[in-house]
């Protein structure tokens, strides 16, 4: 690896696990967030979702951004965005403050993942493209996992508002290392998408207001009905203008692609399987065994250490075997692990008993997260790339939103905080819907079949079908 291609990797992989991190880093702080600044249930969905769900909607925006003016300048601005947030949410004295600034985070976050994508990708020579891309999946698929155990191990150690505090000094190193040290690019000159970005925006968020509100308003009052009859018919017209959009936010041609398509059902169906039940189980151990933020973390350690050494393998064979089939196997491996733990949950279950599970999960977790990035590339034109990364990862991020949303209305209706007991009640048949969703993901994956990378002409009107 040279010098460039070197500074290109460590930047744009830190970047991608400070902001992958986030996602999920205040789960096993909930509980004392809950008490701290006194917030219902409703309240601390959003401090997930409005990461999240600010992130899925601008992730293509932030793209598009940087095919416009530049992707390195872009990048350094969204970390600029990101760390100002970062402190405004170790600051925030109410839950709605925080819930603010986590979306701010998810709009500096949006911009700098395709954007780390698409400058490594163009920074690699073609030979090693599989293992590079590998190992920045993998790296976010390790960020993702370690967010439990960080945010529980800083909480424990210090307070919560520290699991946002150090963002800030990596991100005031990265934004000026990455105009000094990233060679600046640009993709096809477009403009960016206004109206998709309106209508992706509202009907999104009308949908995921009327999921986290449904259980505590009543889910035939008239603000959910409408939250979520504006929000489908939002999302609607959002695909029709998209087919007739001259410079698309999402352009629908990719799905013209089997493995494009296909990649990113199951991305969906895993994030929303696996964000979901996360952010129970992080409460689990906390809330109905009595364990400490740290304690909880390093009770799903056996989760998230298998991707340090699940990942770099799988993506060093992703070229060789088919991204495919790693991708299938880590879903069902996802899936058998979240059903394994839905059976053997009980306010008394033994830590013990959840050891395996924890750990096939993490393996599956591993094999999806180091190939997907390579196969969703080369689904695509290189020069479609920087879309491409946004639209899958708008997608997956998608995907955790809606989990988060729907197992937690699960959970509400079947059970609650009330007791140990009821929490259970509630996160049992939350666990089995998203080990079915995940599934279902795998079955997905595994009919991507083997690809072979797309290099038409940026002429050509239509992707290859694979």
């Known amino acids: 690896m040279n010098h460039k291609v070197g500074w290109t990797f460590a930047i744009s992989s830190l970047a991608v696990f400070m902001v992958t991190l986030d996602n999920l880093v205040v789960t096993t702080a909930v509980p004392v967030i809950r008490e701290d600044l006194h917030a219902g249930i409703a309240g601390l969905e959003w401090t997930v979702n409005a990461y999240t769900l600010v992130f899925a909607v601008l992730l293509l925006t932030g793209a598009a951004l940087g095919d416009r003016f530049g992707r390195r300048l872009m990048f350094s601005i969204g970390l600029g965005i990101f760390t ?5 949410a170790a600051l925030a004295p109410t839950i709605g403050a925080l819930d603010a600034a986590r979306a701010i985070q998810g709009l500096g976050g949006a911009i700098v993942m395709p954007l780390s994508l698409t400058i490594l990708s163009a920074a690699v ?3 090693r493209r599989g293992l590079a891309l590998g190992a920045w999946g993998g790296i976010s698929g390790l960020a993702v996992a370690f967010g439990p155990l960080v945010g529980g191990a800083v909480v424990d150690g210090i307070s919560w508002h520290w699991i946002f505090w150090l963002n800030v000094p990596i991100g005031l190193v990265l934004a000026p290392l990455a105009m000094v040290r990233l060679d600046e690019s640009r993709g096809p000159a477009s403009s960016v998408d206004v109206p998709g970005l309106v209508l992706a925006s509202g009907g999104l968020f009308g949908v995921v207001w009327g999921l986290v509100r449904g259980n505590s308003v009543g889910w035939g009052s008239p603000e959910i009905l409408v939250a979520l009859v504006a929000g489908g018919a939002a999302v609607v017209l959002f695909v029709l203008w998209e087919l007739r959009a001259p410079h698309p936010m999402l352009p629908l041609r990719f799905f013209r692609s089997r493995a494009f398509t296909l990649s990113s059902v199951a991305s969906l169906l895993m994030s929303f399987g696996m964000f979901g039940s996360v952010f129970l189980l992080a409460q689990f151990f906390q809330t ?10 390093l009770r799903i350690l056996p ?7 699940v990942a770099p393998i799988a993506g060093a064979m992703s070229d060789r075997i088919g991204g495919h089939r790693l991708l299938g196997a880590g879903l069902a491996l996802q899936a058998i692990g979240l059903g394994w733990i839905a059976a053997v949950s009980t306010p008394t279950t033994p830590y013990i008993d959840l050891v395996l599970p924890f750990s096939i999960s993490g393996i599956g977790m591993g094999l999806f997260f180091a190939p997907v990035a390579n196969v969703v590339l080369s689904s695509v034109r290189p020069e479609e790339e920087g879309q491409a990364s946004g639209a899958n990862n708008a997608i997956r991020e998608l995907g955790g939103v809606l989990g988060v949303a729907v197992l937690v209305a699960i959970f509400s209706h ?13 996160l049992v048949p939350s666990v089995w819907v998203g080990a079915v969703i995940v599934a279902v993901g795998s079955i997905a994956a595994f009919g991507i079949g083997r690809q072979r990378r797309t290099h038409a002409p940026a002429v050509t009107p239509a992707l290859e079908s694979v």
């Open 288 to 297: 109905v065994q009595g364990y400490s933020p740290l304690g909880s973390g």
């Open 84 to 88: 100002v947030a970062s402190a405004g």
């Open 414 to 426: 079947y059970g609650g905080y009330a007791s140990g007991q009821t929490f259970t009640d509630g």
């Open 303 to 309: 989760w998230t250490a298998m991707p340090m050494i």
């Open 125 to 127: 020579p073609a030979e």
